[in-house]
């Protein structure tokens, strides 16, 4: 693809339930910004079944122009050669899509495709003389590296929350169906789908999570995590060793071979802050810190650290919090 | 049974700084490991060659002292090992680098069963496995949890999404990421390893591939070039309370309440 004619930013939006989901919202203010400051448009790509109602959040969170695509489980070459397909047709000089597992999963491929690089778990992007530069870290959060992309398009896999979303109502795109017959590409069968677990965990989109980590010391404590979660109306995270001792779901992980999240309010209780943990919740709004050890590395990221016994401040936290409510 | 499995060396541990004068990256020490990922693609493998028979081969790219990572597959029971290692690979992206790859594996003959770790933990970015299996037009599945089933002409696996699992059935040949805790991998084994001490490792440089443009590899060969590397802000507006008891819940939640998180 040249670069003379390569213009627009095409955001692909993944739906869950006919519903879009945060992370691709939050692309698509975004892109809007983006695209408007150089005088193009926001092309946001949805595919699935019923989704006139999601194509319409997806104008207001700033796409110009909907293309939606009927197609009805996930299968990854199926959606990697319908994003290709519009790619080559509406020549996009950026593609960008939310970091979740699928995105991650197609994303590589459609840049494969393209014989273009891909940028993932992108916390920033800015638009410099001409150029997208793309934020993003490495060594697991350690360092982060600035990266352009010579090949067009770029493509690039967002980190959740790394944007706000902005819902305008009287904005205003256009809705076009397109049909992309790719059935025969298909060599992976999927021949079930199995929804194994029990309850969905939505940490991605919480906008307040409280975790635990080893520092709750039992099952039994890991509960006042659970409590306080339910008396702030957030959702519960872990860390991989309190997963590892089975109190509390694989789905509730939170960091590097967990979830990444980005809430307005994260509570780490109990969590000496490894880097693979931290990682997955750096981009948070504020992090409050709850650890007995006043050396541990989760106090140089938090906004505000308790140096306390988890045990018997998060009890009284709660408390607090009850009575306050039932005024 | 054919089965080639992907791996790397990677630095041992992500303590990583970023020199504030030169903006060069100064790693702790020059200690490194294979890839922990990619213990469990190797375990997946000797399990499948235990049940099929057949050999499992590794392959790895980078610098002469990759080799370590190989011999510590040997020691785990892996047959055969091949570098590509040559000047002109350095300072590859994601697409150079599953490209020198797919390149390397073209030349080695057919494999059956390609397996790769889900992710590296220095570049962590989790591309490499599927895009080879594009360069070698090979059906590919990530994150793949566990094996359902294995039959003459395929496999079926779990593999792992948000909210389900997808059942996927593949033909071989194919190209599978495995996620970890897939099977726990065991540990190298002291018979294996004085076994394998004089095991011949196989280079391979750029002029044993098809292809022989210098310009598809390396950093010729990277759309993807990074402008800078610095280290992520640190946040010196914290404040740290100690104690624990009533007067100190209450702040936390007046604190909280003042941000209007509840």
Same mark, same amino acid.
């Given at each position: 693809?040249?670069?003379?004619?390569?213009?627009?930013?095409?955001?692909?939006?993944?739906?869950?339930?006919?519903?879009?989901?945060?992370?691709?919202?939050?692309?698509?203010?975004?892109?809007?910004?983006?695209?408007?400051?150089?005088?193009?448009?926001?092309?946001?790509?949805?595919?699935?079944?019923?989704?006139?109602?999601?194509?319409?959040?997806?104008?207001?969170?700033?796409?110009?122009?909907?293309?939606?695509?009927?197609?009805?489980?996930?299968?990854?070459?199926?959606?990697?050669?319908?994003?290709?397909?519009?790619?080559?047709?509406?020549?996009?000089?950026?593609?960008?899509?939310?970091?979740?597992?699928?995105?991650?999963?197609?994303?590589?491929?459609?840049?494969?495709?393209?014989?273009?690089?891909?940028?993932?778990?992108?916390?920033?992007?800015?638009?410099?003389?001409?150029?997208? $530069?793309?934020?993003?870290?490495?060594?697991?959060?350690?360092?982060?590296?600035?990266?352009?992309?010579?090949?067009?398009?770029?493509?690039?896999?967002?980190?959740?929350?790394?944007?706000?979303?902005?819902?305008?109502?009287?904005?205003?795109?256009?809705?076009?169906?397109?049909?992309?017959?790719?059935?025969?590409?298909?060599?992976?069968?999927? $021949?079930?789908?199995?929804?194994?677990?029990?309850?969905?965990?939505?940490?991605?989109?919480?906008?307040?999570? $409280?975790?635990?980590?080893?520092?709750?010391?039992?099952?039994?404590?890991?509960?006042?995590?659970?409590?306080?979660?339910?008396?702030?109306?957030?959702?519960?995270?872990?860390?991989?060793?309190?997963?590892?001792?089975?109190?509390?779901?694989?789905?509730?992980?939170?960091?590097?071979?967990?979830?990444?999240?980005?809430?307005?309010?994260?509570?780490?209780?109990?969590?000496?802050?490894?880097?693979?943990?931290?990682?997955?919740?750096?981009?948070?709004?504020?992090?409050?810190?709850?650890?007995?050890?006043?050396?541990?590395?989760?106090?140089?990221?938090?906004?505000?650290?308790?140096?306390?016994?988890? $045990?018997?401040?998060?009890?009284?936290?709660?408390?607090?919090?009850?009575?306050?409510?039932?005024? | 049974?054919?089965?080639?499995?992907?791996?790397?060396?990677?630095?041992?541990?992500?303590?990583?700084?970023?020199?504030?004068?030169?903006?060069?990256?100064?790693?702790?020490?020059?200690?490194?490991?294979?890839?922990?990922?990619?213990?469990?693609?190797?375990?997946?493998?000797?399990?499948?060659?235990?049940?099929?028979?057949?050999?499992?081969?590794?392959?790895?790219?980078?610098?002469?002292? %990759?080799?370590?990572?190989?011999?510590? %597959?040997?020691?785990?029971?892996?047959?055969?090992?091949?570098?590509?290692?040559?000047?002109?690979?350095?300072?590859?992206?994601?697409?150079?680098?599953?490209?020198?790859?797919?390149?390397?594996?073209?030349?080695?003959?057919?494999?059956?069963?390609?397996?790769?770790?889900?992710?590296?933990?220095?570049?962590?970015?989790?591309?490499?496995?599927?895009?080879?299996?594009?360069?070698?037009?090979?059906?590919?599945?990530?994150?793949?949890?566990?094996?359902?089933?294995?039959?003459?002409?395929?496999?079926?696996?779990?593999?792992?999404?948000?909210?389900?699992?997808?059942?996927?059935?593949?033909?071989?040949?194919?190209?599978? %990421?495995?996620?970890?805790?897939?099977?726990?991998?065991?540990?190298?084994?002291?018979?294996?390893?004085?076994?394998?001490?004089?095991?011949?490792?196989?280079?391979?440089?750029?002029?044993?591939?098809?292809?022989?443009?210098?310009?598809?590899?390396?950093?010729?060969?990277?759309?993807?070039?990074?402008?800078?590397?610095?280290?992520?802000?640190?946040?010196?507006?914290?404040?740290?309370?100690?104690?624990?008891?009533?007067?100190?819940?209450?702040?936390?939640?007046?604190?909280?309440?003042?941000?209007?998180?509840?």
């Amino acid at each position: 693809m040249s670069h003379s004619d390569a213009k627009n930013i095409m955001v692909y939006v993944e739906t869950v339930s006919d519903t879009p989901l945060n992370g691709g919202l939050e692309i698509l203010t975004k892109a809007h910004k983006l695209a408007a400051a150089r005088g193009e448009e926001v092309i946001a790509v949805l595919i699935g079944s019923n989704l006139e109602h999601a194509a319409n959040t997806a104008i207001m969170a700033g796409a110009d122009k909907v293309i939606l695509v009927t197609k009805d489980n996930y299968e990854m070459e199926v959606y990697e050669a319908i994003l290709t397909r519009l790619a080559e047709k509406y020549k996009p000089s950026l593609i960008l899509s939310a970091g979740t597992l699928v995105g991650k999963d197609i994303l590589p491929l459609v840049a494969g495709n393209l014989t273009t690089g891909c940028a993932v778990d992108v916390m920033e992007i800015t638009d410099k003389d001409g150029n997208f $530069v793309f934020t993003c870290p490495v060594y697991g959060g350690t360092v982060l590296n600035d990266l352009v992309i010579k090949g067009t398009p770029a493509v690039a896999a967002v980190r959740s929350g790394a944007f706000e979303k902005e819902l305008v109502v009287e904005r205003t795109g256009e809705i076009i169906k397109e049909q992309v017959g790719v059935e025969n590409t298909v060599r992976a069968k999927i $021949v079930e789908v199995v929804n194994e677990m029990a309850e969905t965990v939505n940490l991605e989109e919480a906008q307040v999570i $409280v975790s635990g980590g080893r520092g709750m010391g039992n099952k039994e404590n890991f509960r006042l995590v659970e409590e306080l979660a339910l008396a702030c109306h957030g959702v519960v995270g872990a860390t991989r060793p309190a997963i590892e001792a089975e109190w509390v779901p694989r789905s509730h992980q939170v960091g590097q071979s967990g979830k990444i999240v980005a809430p307005k309010l994260y509570i780490a209780c109990g969590i000496s802050g490894a880097t693979q943990h931290v990682s997955g919740m750096i981009g948070s709004g504020y992090i409050v810190a709850v650890n007995k050890d006043e050396d541990a590395p989760i106090f140089d990221i938090a906004d505000v650290g308790i140096v306390g016994d988890v $045990v018997k401040v998060v009890p009284l936290l709660i408390e607090e919090i009850k009575k306050i409510q039932s005024l | 049974m054919k089965i080639l499995v992907c791996i790397k060396q990677v630095p041992d541990s992500n303590k990583v700084e970023v020199d504030p004068v030169t903006g060069v990256l100064k790693r702790d020490g020059a200690a490194s490991k294979m890839n922990p990922y990619d213990l469990y693609a190797i375990e997946t493998a000797l399990r499948i060659k235990e049940k099929t028979g057949g050999m499992v081969d590794v392959i790895s790219m980078g610098p002469p002292q %990759a080799m370590q990572v190989i011999k510590e %597959a040997f020691s785990m029971g892996a047959d055969h090992g091949t570098l590509l290692s040559d000047r002109r690979f350095g300072g590859a992206d994601v697409l150079a680098t599953s490209y020198t790859l797919a390149q390397g594996i073209k030349s080695m003959g057919e494999y059956d069963l390609i397996l790769c770790g889900k992710q590296t933990t220095d570049g962590d970015t989790a591309q490499v496995g599927p895009e080879i299996a594009e360069w070698l037009n090979l059906p590919s599945v990530s994150n793949v949890v566990s094996i359902r089933m294995f039959e003459e002409d395929g496999i079926t696996v779990d593999m792992d999404l948000p909210d389900e699992v997808e059942v996927a059935k593949v033909k071989f040949p194919c190209l599978l %990421a495995v996620d970890k805790d897939i099977f726990q991998p065991r540990l190298p084994s002291y018979v294996k390893k004085t076994e394998t001490k004089d095991r011949k490792i196989q280079i391979l440089t750029l002029d044993d591939m098809t292809d022989q443009d210098e310009l598809n590899y390396g950093l010729n060969g990277s759309p993807t070039q990074v402008q800078k590397i610095f280290p992520p802000e640190t946040n010196d507006k914290k404040e740290i309370w100690n104690g624990s008891g009533d007067m100190l819940a209450k702040k936390l939640f007046d604190k909280v309440e003042e941000l209007k998180f509840v």
